[in-house]
C-alpha cells in the first residue's frame, strides 16, 4: 500500500521531496507508471515524494535497504535533468537504471536482460563536452560486476556489454538501417538515455549501471505489448534492487 506524503519542501526544480525523503540508492525507469509498479509490488512501505509534471517518485524498502524509485521520462536531455538533480540536491550515490532497450543482434532475444557495460552514442549532450575528442560512457564496474554475479545466483540470464543510446526513435525511410553500422561493432541493443547517466557519474564521481529489458527487436520485428513493458519485467527489477542488498 502507497502513502502519499503532503506538505512537502520543494528541494529542487523538478523534484518535490524533503532532503530526507531520498535514498541514496535509486532505481531509474523511464516510465512513471513503471516507479509506481515497482513501489507498489515490490517495496515495502513506499512513500510517494514526487508528482511534479507526473513524474513519480517513491521512496520504500527492500529486503531492509532503503531504496527510491524516480520516473525520469525519456531520453538523455530528461534524465539528465532528474539523475543531476537526485545527485546534485539529494546526495544520491548510487543510480541505476532499470529501462528497455531494442536488440540489434540476432543472439539478443526478446526479454534478455542486458548489462550495459558502456554506452555510445550520437547525442550531443555528450559530445558537447569534448569537442574534437571522444568520451566512452561506461558503468560502475563495481555495480556491473555485482549484477552478473548477482544475477547467476538468481538464475537470470544476462547479456553484457556495449549498447547504443541515441537521440532518435524513428528515423526517415531514405536513412535505410541506420543501426547496421553499430551491429558491425557488436552493439548489442539501442535505448535512449544510459550514456547521459554515464557521463553524469563519471563527472559527479557517483556510480552508475544499466539494466534493460529487449522489448522489441529491430531485425525481427518482434515486441511486446506496452502492458508487458509497463509492469511485467521482474527479473531486471529484482536484479536491480539485489544491487541495493
Known amino acids: 500500500m502507497l502513502i502519499f506524503a503532503h506538505n512537502l519542501i520543494k528541494m ?17 525507469p523511464g516510465d512513471p507508471l513503471r516507479a509506481k509498479h515497482i513501489a507498489e509490488t515490490l517495496l515495502t512501505d513506499a512513500v510517494c515524494y514526487n508528482n511534479v509534471r507526473g513524474m513519480l517518485g517513491f521512496t520504500g524498502c527492500y529486503n531492509g535497504k532503503r531504496v527510491s524509485v524516480q520516473g525520469t521520462g525519456m531520453g538523455l536531455p530528461s534524465l539528465m535533468i532528474y539523475a543531476s538533480e537526485l545527485i546534485n540536491d539529494y546526495k544520491v550515490k548510487t543510480l541505476v537504471r ?13 526479454r534478455d536482460v542486458i548489462v550495459a557495460v558502456s ?4 547525442s550531443f549532450s555528450v559530445a558537447r563536452y569534448f569537442p574534437g575528442m571522444t568520451f566512452a560512457p561506461t558503468a560502475s564496474f563495481r555495480l556491473a560486476q555485482l549484477a552478473v554475479e548477482n544475477a547467476s545466483e538468481l538464475n537470470i540470464h544476462v547479456k553484457a556489454g556495449n549498447i547504443l ?4 526513435f524513428y528515423h526517415f525511410p531514405e536513412e535505410g538501417d541506420a543501426y547496421q553500422l553499430w551491429r558491425d561493432y557488436g552493439t ?23 539494466l534493460l529489458t529487449v522489448s522489441d527487436h529491430l531485425l525481427t520485428g518482434e515486441h511486446v505489448s506496452a502492458q508487458e513493458r509497463q509492469f511485467n519485467f521482474t527479473n531486471m527489477t529484482k536484479l536491480a534492487l ?4
Open 165 to 168: 543510446s541515441s537521440d532518435l
Open 98 to 110: 532499470v529501462g528497455t532497450c531494442g536488440g540489434l543482434l540476432e543472439d539478443v532475444e526478446l
Open 12 to 28: 529542487s526544480i523538478h523534484i518535490e521531496a524533503k532532503q530526507d525523503e531520498i535514498a541514496d540508492f535509486v532505481l531509474l
Open 188 to 210: 548489442l541493443a539501442v535505448e535512449m538515455e544510459s550514456a547521459g547517466l554515464y557521463l553524469l557519474a563519471a563527472r559527479l564521481k557517483v556510480e552508475a549501471l544499466s
Open 242 to 245: 539485489s544491487l541495493a542488498v
Open 119 to 122: 554506452a555510445s552514442t550520437d
